[in-house]
C-alpha cells in the first residue's frame, strides 16, 4: 500500500530559498508541495488534512510567532526555517504553537525527516537546539476538540457543553478524556489554562 501524500505549503518571502525547498521534497512519492507563495497575506488556506506549512519569512521574531499561532490555530502544522538559532526565539514560536523548528544550517535528510515526523504527529526540532530545555509544543486538536476546550473556558458544564453543540454529555466525556491524555491535564482549570495560553480558544 501506498504511504499517505502529505501535503506541503511554502511560505518563503526568498525565491531561492523556495526553489531550493521545492528540489528537495519534489522527488519525494509522499510528500507533495500544494501551495507555494511569498507573503503570509497571500497564503489561502485550501482545507487539506494533515497539511504541514514550512514557514520562511524575514520577520520579527514576534510577528514571527504570532503568524504561527493564528496557522496553529487554524489546525496546521507548522516548521518554522529560522535565521535565528537562539533559545529565547525558538521558545515563542514554539509556546505559540510551532510543531517544528529548524536553523539555517540543517542539511536535505534533516528536513525531509522533520517534515515527516511533524506530518506523523510528532514535534521536530534542528540538531542545533538539541540539548537544550524547550517547551513541549501545544497539542494538535481537532475541531470538535477546540469547540468544546473553547466552551469549557467559558465555563460552560458538560451538559452545556452537549446542548451547545448538539451531542450528548457521553460524547463530551470521550472529546474530554482525548484532550486531557494529549495535554497531559486533567482538571478543567488547567484546560483552561491550556487554551487562554495557546489561544486555543479563538481570535
Request: proline share 4%.
Amino acid at each position: 500500500m501506498d504511504a499517505p501524500l502529505t501535503p506541503i505549503s511554502v511560505i518563503c518571502d526568498c525565491p531561492l530559498i523556495a526553489h531550493g525547498l521545492t528540489h528537495v521534497i519534489g522527488p519525494e512519492p509522499d510528500l507533495r508541495i500544494v501551495t507555494s507563495v511569498r507573503k503570509v497575506g497571500d497564503y489561502r488556506d485550501q482545507g487539506n488534512h494533515g497539511e504541514v506549512i514550512l514557514l520562511n519569512v524575514q520577520l520579527s521574531t514576534w510577528e514571527t510567532s504570532s503568524v504561527v499561532s493564528r496557522l496553529h490555530r487554524k489546525g496546521h502544522a507548522v516548521i518554522v526555517l529560522a535565521f535565528s538559532e537562539k533559545q529565547s526565539d525558538a521558545v515563542l514560536c514554539i509556546e505559540a504553537g510551532a510543531r517544528g523548528y529548524l536553523g539555517h544550517r540543517i542539511g536535505e535528510s534533516e528536513l525531509l525527516t522533520a517534515i515527516r515526523a511533524v506530518a506523523s504527529g510528532s514535534s521536530y526540532f534542528s540538531a542545533d537546539l538539541n540539548g537544550r530545555v524547550l517547551p513541549a509544543p501545544p497539542p494538535r486538536l481537532t475541531d470538535r476538540e477546540r469547540q468544546i476546550l473553547q466552551l469549557l473556558a467559558d465555563g460552560a458544564t458538560d451538559r452545556e457543553i452537549a446542548v451547545a453543540l448538539n451531542i450528548t454529555e457521553n460524547t463530551v466525556h470521550s472529546h474530554l478524556d482525548r484532550l486531557r491524555s494529549k495535554s497531559g491535564f486533567h482538571r478543567r482549570a488547567d484546560l483552561t489554562r491550556l487554551a487562554l495560553r495557546y489561544g486555543l480558544t479563538g481570535e
